[in-house]
């Protein structure tokens, strides 16, 4: 079980949370379809690092992209979004 | 060996039951010290073969002596002798004998042995059904453990988070002094040991220079935590490990109620000082009682003062086992011989002659004792004869956490071991683990037959041969053939002699054959520990709707829906639940009847960007909607697929609600938070979720219209329209919806103050003829009128089109899901379109497949049946191939599972009003 700093509330145990996709998986509803059709359905999975939207769900709520190790499953970078994280 | 082996002492006794036979124990005995203190051999029978075994270990690595403890639904199978303790009235039972231990018919006739050798599964299974049909009933005799319990477990089990900054596995020397250091450094530790005293390796090999007892309260003065029965079971990512506590022992009534306790621990560092399993070592009948390791031997001499053979032999390829001659020699036992492997060792205790270049070929017994060992040495075979023989082949580092951790293992050439290397996560391994004693690859000497590798799940050297002779050449399908390794044991004692075996073989070095994955957990785990509080619904939600206890005094037939219970009808008078939802249905259609739907999914949207947002979430179009209006809405997945269906209205100029389905109310505020947040966090608006903030009252009839204008003192708005108001005082919500296929309006109202509105509506409707109705009459009432529901013709496979919703979706597009929608199939001319049937004979079975003849494949399924609820005439909606352009033919619902049929005519979805007339201003 991984323990996932929530740019909120800390450290915090990955029961708390819910992973939601990667963001290479995003479907832009305003892509042609050929394209949403790739996010939807043609995954990179790299063996290595790649960008997650999780959520802490069964915390405070917010939404974050974490950085994780596929292989290794270390978190390198957990980044908040949403209206609140915008610039 | 015979009678008791125990000097006295002046300590009281602990009685206990083996088999129905009162023994007695010291304090501090496992079973299996106190059993062979009593002169036990005999404890238990092979799982295949109904072999006779004894103690082997003195360990949690027993393969042999497996037991059931305890009573009832406390009782505990498979439970080892070795990692057992023994309490006042402990009661133990052998397993898989019949009809007596000491007389087994399935060992004395042989039944098992020939039919069962390596693959006998595999093939079974893989070959005809009929082979299985005929093995079955003597599989299911023959081979086996122990039954698990009938009854409930009475104890509890708990579950509790931890945190360390390092945490110990192993109270032997080095995981003592790790710790010690530890908490002298200012750490907080924790050190578990699945024993239940400290000291590890010195329990065996006492070492004057080190006290176990006083470095665990030294530990604990500083703060650490010490926790003995308790075992690290799993190693997870990020230094997060499952512990296993034993409160108390297995069968024993727990003293605080609770048997045992799992942790959840994260640990900034953890240390592994697991140590060492000695290697058996493989020669023909190796799994007789009175054949045990050399270690186990020291430790029932040393730690329990029990002697557990008085001639002994004792083979080996290392050093170690010599230390087993001294204890023997010491404790006045006649040690015949010292067979060593190897052609040189070191110096034996006087009187006892050492072999070299010796090996066991082969034991013999006589009414489960032994009496003979054979061995080769040099070339040539001698015997002995004695009571016990001590074995070591050499010793496996306990790396199985390690390996969870994600460790990497290297070779020992000159330990014939792997020992553990790097991890990539804050986690080292120390002590005895990392250097295993110089132990030389030996050749087994006996018949490959009867040498048993594994000795759980009966497989031998043989076995391994004949799979690698039928072609399995990897070590992992090696394992699944054989079953080595498999059994609750996970293969402690065998992996590493079948590997070599399986290396030579192959002609490749033992680490070119490769391993097997260690997984967790490393001992077994009951499975009501892992279910803790859950185990009796302590975990499960009960989500009791506002108007709860007003339903309660109907005494309604309650249904649980998503978390919630609503209730299902109001029965009166004895009325079945059919006749209750009838009469409810009826009663709906001819005057009026109120129902509770506060468990609708709820969320309000504002700001000047909520119309954006909800034109994302729903397929329809929204921001044309005039403020006061509201309409029928459905939300996609990306995939073009509905996933819930409600409807939306505009209560202000930048301010919305939206409901949607109970049972998609969560998913629903999930997925309106991951577009806000992640599609569009650039939107000015909120969604605020008000599913629990608003009860829910639906009003349904003829007469609903003229019940709710005389309670709110004015008109209430037109179909599909929304107005404020107020109703016995309190503030509300109408929205003018029907899902009943009636004049309907929900009134919203805050939960607090719902009993008061509810109260009045039904004794306003009551009066008029009316009555409450419940989920049974609603689901008639909505079959009725052609409405779908999430999870019945909603199915996840359905796209708008298939439910004839296509005309309503936003022509702009833009939403979630209009890309997928534009995939060729979903507009293909077979899609499973939403249609109505109605019979032509006898009621429609639900779930039944629709199918033109008999013997063709189904063509859609009934998702929905019912009656016509003013006519009787059965009815059903149904999802069939090309629906929409099928209307007028006929077909049989056919449900072989219910035994049930019908012939049907194919219809539009819509038996009652189609054209809304009764709703419509
Ligand atoms: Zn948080």
Redesign the pocket.
């Given at each position: 079980m991984y323990q996932i700093t929530?740019?909120?509330?800390g450290p915090?145990a990955q029961t708390?949370f819910t992973y939601e996709r990667t963001t290479d998986s995003i479907v832009d509803p305003a892509a042609e379809p050929q394209t949403a059709m790739q996010a939807l359905y043609t995954r990179a999975n790299p063996m290595g690092l790649d960008d997650e939207i999780w959520r802490?769900t069964y915390?405070?709520?917010?939404w974050m992209v974490l950085t994780r190790h596929r292989v290794t499953h270390e978190i390198h970078a957990v980044k908040a979004i949403g209206p609140e994280a915008l610039p | 060996m015979s009678g008791p082996t125990r000097t006295p002492s002046g300590e009281e006794t602990v009685p206990f039951t083996f088999d129905g036979t009162t023994y007695h124990a010291r304090p501090g005995d496992t079973l299996a010290a106190a059993l062979l203190a009593n002169g036990v051999g005999l404890v238990g029978r092979s799982f295949k073969y109904h072999r006779p075994r004894g103690i082997m270990t003195a360990g949690i690595e027993e393969p042999n002596a497996l037991v059931t403890v305890g009573k009832g639904g406390r009782a505990e199978p498979n439970t080892r002798a070795t990692d057992l303790f023994v309490y006042p009235g402990m009661v133990a039972m052998s397993q898989n004998r019949w009809p007596s231990l000491s007389f087994d018919v399935a060992s004395i006739f042989g039944l098992a042995a020939p039919a069962l050798g390596a693959g006998f599964y595999y093939k079974t299974f893989f070959g005809p059904a009929k082979h299985w049909m005929r093995y079955e009933g003597f599989i299911r005799r023959a081979a086996g453990l122990g039954n698990a319990p009938t009854e409930p477990d009475p104890d509890n089990f708990s579950q509790r988070a931890g945190f360390c900054d390092v945490l110990v596995v192993g109270s032997g020397p080095a995981g003592l002094k790790a710790a010690l250091e530890a908490a002298e450094a200012g750490k907080r530790v924790m050190l578990v040991e699945q024993d239940s005293a400290p000291g590890g390796s010195l329990l065996r090999d006492p070492d004057p220079a080190i006290d176990p007892a006083a470095m665990v309260d030294r530990i604990r003065a500083l703060g650490g935590e010490v926790l003995l029965r308790t075992t690290a079971s799993g190693y997870w990512d990020h230094n997060f490990l499952t512990l296993t506590q034993r409160l108390a022992e297995p069968g024993e009534v727990p003293p605080h109620g609770f048997a045992q306790r799992l942790w959840h621990l994260r640990a900034g560092r953890v240390i592994l000082a697991t140590g060492l399993i000695e290697r058996p070592v493989p020669f023909a009948n190796n799994d007789h009682p009175g054949v045990m390791l050399s270690q186990a031997v020291r430790s029932y001499l040393r730690r329990w003062g029990v002697l557990p053979g008085k001639r002994v032999v004792i083979a080996t390829n290392n050093d170690d086992a010599y230390l087993t001659a001294q204890a023997l020699v010491e404790a006045g036992a006649d040690v015949v011989a010292l067979l060593d492997a190897r052609a040189s060792g070191p110096a034996a205790p006087a009187g006892v002659t050492v072999y070299h270049d010796a090996r066991p070929s082969s034991v013999t017994g006589r009414k489960h004792a032994l009496r003979k060992v054979t061995a080769v040495i040099g070339g040539s075979e001698q015997s002995f004869d004695v009571d016990l023989i001590a074995v070591s082949g050499g010793f496996v580092p306990v790396s199985h956490l390690h390996m969870q951790a994600g460790g990497k293992l290297n070779w020992s050439e000159e330990a014939q071991a792997f020992v553990p290397g790097e991890t990539p996560q804050a986690c080292e391994t120390i002590g005895a683990a990392l250097a295993p004693p110089p132990a030389p690859a030996v050749a087994p000497a006996g018949k490959a037959k009867k040498s048993f590798v594994d000795f759980q799940n009966d497989v031998s050297l043989a076995d391994i041969d004949l799979a690698w002779q039928e072609g399995y050449r990897s070590v992992e399908h090696l394992k699944r053939y054989t079953t080595l390794g498999m059994a609750t044991d996970q293969g402690k004692t065998s992996n590493m002699v079948a590997l070599s075996r399986l290396a030579e073989k192959q002609g490749v070095s033992v680490p070119q054959a490769g391993l097997t994955t260690f997984r967790p957990p490393f001992t077994p785990v009951t499975m009501g520990l892992l279910a803790g509080a859950g185990a009796r619904n302590a975990g499960a939600h009960v989500r009791r709707i506002p108007l709860h206890a007003l339903h309660e005094a109907h005494d309604p037939i309650w249904q649980p829906l998503g978390y919630w219970f609503r209730p299902r009808a109001y029965p009166v008078d004895g009325e079945t639940l059919a006749e209750a939802s009838l009469r409810e249905a009826r009663t709906v259609r001819t005057v009026a009847g109120l129902s509770d739907v506060s468990t609708l999914g709820k969320f309000e949207v504002s700001g000047p960007d909520a119309a954006a947002l909800l034109e994302l979430v729903c397929a329809t179009t929204v921001g044309k909607l005039a403020v006061g209006r509201g309409r029928y809405t459905f939300m996609l997945r990306e995939d073009g697929m509905v996933q819930d269906d409600g409807t939306v209205w505009r209560l202000a100029e930048d301010r919305y609600l939206l409901t949607s389905s109970t049972g998609g109310a969560d998913r629903m505020a999930h997925f309106i938070s991951y577009v806000r947040n992640s599609l569009r966090p650039d939107l000015k608006c909120s969604v605020v979720n008000v599913q629990e903030h608003y009860a829910g009252i639906a009003l349904a009839g003829p007469k609903a219209r003229g019940i709710l204008a005389a309670l709110i003192g004015a008109e209430p708005p037109r179909h599909m329209g929304y107005a404020p108001g107020v109703l016995a005082g309190v503030p509300v919500h109408v929205l003018a919806a029907s899902y009943s296929g009636e004049r309907a309006f929900e009134i919203h109202v805050e939960a607090t103050h719902a009993d008061k509105v509810w109260q009045a509506i039904e004794a306003a409707t009551r009066a008029e003829g009316g009555a409450p109705y419940g989920l049974e009459a609603m689901e008639l009432l909505r079959i009725e009128k052609g409405h779908v529901v999430v999870g019945g013709e909603v199915d996840g496979r359905s796209t708008p089109h298939d439910l004839g919703l296509g005309g309503m979706l936003n022509k702009v597009g833009g939403f979630i899901g209009a890309a997928g929608l534009t995939r060729p199939a979903l507009s293909g001319p077979n899609r499973n379109n939403l249609v109505g049937l109605v019979s032509l004979d006898g009621p429609i079975p639900e779930g039944g497949m629709l199918i033109q003849r008999a013997g063709q494949s189904p063509q859609g399924h009934v998702t929905a049946a019912a009656r016509r609820i003013l006519e009787g005439v059965p009815i059903a909606l149904a999802l069939l191939q090309g629906g929409h352009r099928r209307h007028g033919e006929e077909l049989i619902v056919t449900s072989p599972t219910r035994g049930e049929k019908a012939r049907v005519r194919v219809t539009a979805p819509h038996f009652y009003d189609p054209a809304g007339e009764r709703y419509r201003d």
């Open positions: 929530c740019p909120h509330c915090r708390e802490h915390g405070c709520r917010a | -």
